[in-house]
């Protein structure tokens, strides 16, 4: 047995690099080692297992001066592993030992019935064990290791990645952004990735200039410690910006050094399950591109040789090896170092394998879309909201038009989700998948889709860019009897005339739109947000005609036609040149148009409260309130009203720096009532 020299040590291996952010798990860790005779430590590759186990080891020896022996499972010959138990119950028999089995996954099922025995064998003997897996034994403790904490995104995430047409274009938008590098030094994972820069590159300093794309790098890498080192080894070479756009761009070649060379990076392959099905699994895994639960995993997963219950099965064996969602237990995700490593091994898989599993995939997001669309004509908007951000990393790889399921089917899911696009913030997002799906699908194209690309470049584009949609538009709903889009292209029209202050014209195209929509629409917003539409562009023309309403019962169960009725009800206060009514008015359409992410919404809403504020004489809060969505405007949007009476009642400077602080605030900070 001479062989395990190298693998059993009597000696605690080296520390390769220090210590961060684990403090609060070796504390645990060793009160357990003081009490209990097995502790697991559980999690994926990378996670920094084993460099626990290190520190927990040497601050026992240092407290009761344990004796160690430390039994590296990844370096053992596989010849030698059905010796293991004897050779180790040799050397440990009368010892009071403590015996670290590090890397357990490497012996599989095997490693739980090891544990095991030498636990009945040898009853001075206390394990601590590392492993992907769980050992599957009723006695002990696991301790589940987590990746480090991480800096939050510095918006909603939804908005954010939003930015750019491609992945490179989001993150070069993110770490062009300044930060607060005390803010996010706070943070474990930035600190162990400075740190390792610091000893790539001795000049690097962790500065506000920096700090957005080292805080977002930290977040790519799932802030995992041996994914965050080898990035951080590269220091060197790139930047925190640049590396984030290498990363984004080919995360293999970026954290292996070369496009093509997995073969050097631990991370990205010591995960391996002991069984074929397994191994199929993470492959089949690759094409998630966030988070996934059980029943997802079956439907898209589960077909051929690993059925739906054996891909549920392997993906309760496999759930330690992967990361959890924070917040949402029972949904898991892939590093991504490993999402890209198995998505090339899917990519060359023989047969139909990998295109199988793409139809799959998009046809779970289609429904999810469709689902998402019910619950927002049901009035169920913050739920459909919910659930389309939830799922939006899978929806925004099912609109990809180059994908198995082409442009038809990216159109298709981008239809679904109109709700997004315009009420809950990411126009640009929507605009985006629109042009370029509808670019390459052929001719001729499909009316839903050129309808709503034609809203959205209407409602919140330069003057102009909708007219050829439009037109198009127009000619497709014609053809395809698709009446829901001519209303919807007449709302358009309507919605773009407001925002240029003709609102007679808009309220004709409203009524239009009114007269021409189906009674039960199958897609697209319904008759009460097309009503109150109407209401809010007859409140400037002829606030007479707008209908009274209180909010009681009898108001529209549809929130977001709510929020707009709200306003419209404002205009008509603030005419009756009642301000504190119409203000209650403005605030109850920010409570919905906040929770929605409706930005549209929110800019005429705080434009009109800019106003009230301008006539009551508060002039700085009502540039403030500008300031707080000065981003959220249509570029061919006529100024606000309120600007006007600001620009005549300010000097320009005391203008420019109140609207700057409303830049640097939100619409919350703002009106404390919200």
Avoid at 187 to 203: F, T
Avoid at 225 to 253: C, F, I, K, V, W
Avoid at 622 to 648: C, D, F, I, Q, Y
Wanted: charged residues 25%.
């Amino acid at each position: 047995m001479g062989d395990l020299g190298s693998s059993l040590r009597h000696t605690v291996p080296a520390e390769l690099s220090s210590f961060v952010g684990r403090e609060r798990e070796l504390a645990r860790t060793a009160a357990l080692l003081g009490a209990e005779r097995l502790v697991s430590l559980v999690g994926p590759a990378g996670i920094g297992k084993t460099r626990l186990a290190l520190r927990a080891v040497r601050t026992l020896r240092r407290s009761e001066g344990a004796d160690v022996v430390w039994a590296d499972l990844a370096g053992l010959p596989g010849a030698l592993r059905d010796t293991l138990a004897q050779e180790l119950e040799r050397r440990l028999e009368g010892r009071g030992a403590l015996l670290v089995l590090d890397g357990c996954e490497q012996l599989g099922e095997r490693a739980g019935a090891l544990a095991g025995r030498l636990l009945a064998r040898l009853p001075r003997v206390r394990i601590l064990a590392t492993s992907q897996r769980t050992l599957g034994l009723r006695k002990g403790v696991e301790v589940f290791v987590g990746p480090l904490p991480l800096p939050p995104e510095p918006q909603d995430p939804a908005s954010r990645r939003s930015t750019g047409d491609t992945a490179e274009d989001t993150a070069r938008a993110i770490a062009a952004e300044d930060a607060d590098a005390a803010g996010v030094s706070g943070y474990a994972s930035v600190r162990l990735y400075a740190e390792r820069a610091r000893g790539a590159d001795p000049s690097f300093e962790l500065t506000d200039r920096n700090a957005g794309a080292v805080a977002a790098l930290c977040r790519a890498l799932d802030g995992i410690p041996g994914a965050l080192e080898l990035a951080a080894g590269r220091a060197g070479r790139y930047g925190p910006a640049e590396a984030l756009r290498r990363l984004t761009a080919d995360p293999l070649g970026f954290l292996t050094g070369g496009a093509g060379r997995a073969d050097g990076a631990d991370v990205l392959h010591a995960h391996r399950p002991s069984s074929p099905g397994e191994r199929l699994l993470w492959t089949r895994l690759s094409v998630f591109a966030g988070s996934f639960d059980e029943a997802a995993v079956a439907q898209v997963c589960g077909f051929g040789e690993l059925g739906p219950e054996d891909a549920a099965e392997a993906l309760r064996r496999l759930a330690p090896a992967l990361l959890a969602e924070p917040g949402e237990p029972g949904r898991y995700r892939l590093p991504l170092s490993v999402r890209a490593y198995e998505a090339r091994r899917l990519a060359h898989a023989p047969g139909t394998e990998a295109a199988l599993a793409e139809r799959r995939h998009h046809e779970r997001c289609r429904v999810i879309a469709e689902r998402a669309a019910w619950l927002w004509r049901s009035g169920a908007q913050p739920q459909a909201r919910a659930l389309a951000l939830r799922e939006l990393p899978e929806l925004r790889r099912a609109m990809d038009p180059l994908a198995e399921a082409g442009p038809a089917g990216a159109l298709e899911v981008a239809v679904s989700l109109w709700f997004l696009w315009s009420a809950c913030g990411l126009e640009a997002e929507g605009r985006r998948h629109l042009e370029r799906a509808l670019a390459l699908h052929p001719e001729p194209r499909p009316a839903r889709a050129l309808c709503l690309a034609a809203w959205l470049a209407a409602a919140f584009g330069r003057a102009g860019a909708a007219d050829p949609l439009l037109v198009e538009a127009w000619t497709a709903a014609v053809l395809e009897g698709e009446d829901a889009a001519l209303a919807y292209l007449a709302h358009a029209r309507g919605t773009a005339a407001l925002w240029q202050d003709r609102p007679g014209e808009a309220a004709d195209e409203f009524r239009d739109a009114l007269g021409q929509l189906p009674p039960e629409p199958e897609f697209g917003p319904g008759h009460e947000a097309l009503r109150a539409a109407l209401e809010m562009a007859l409140a400037h023309t002829g606030p007479a005609a707008v209908p009274v309403g209180d909010g009681e019962p009898g108001a529209p169960a549809d929130l977001w036609a709510r929020s707009w009725s709200d306003y419209a009800q404002a205009i008509v206060q603030r005419r009756k040149d009642r301000p504190a009514l119409a203000r209650t008015r403005l605030v109850a359409a920010l409570e919905i148009q906040l929770a929605l992410g409706d930005r549209l919404g929110q800019a005429l809403s705080a434009e009109l409260l800019a106003e009230l504020e301008a006539g009551l004489g508060h002039y700085e809060e009502s540039a403030r309130l500008l300031g707080a969505v000065s981003g959220h405007r249509p570029v061919a949007a006529l100024p606000p009203r309120a600007e006007r009476t600001l620009r005549a009642c300010m000097s320009p400077e005391a203008y420019r720096t109140a609207h700057e602080e409303g830049c640097r605030s939100t619409l919350r900070d703002l009106l404390p009532e919200l």
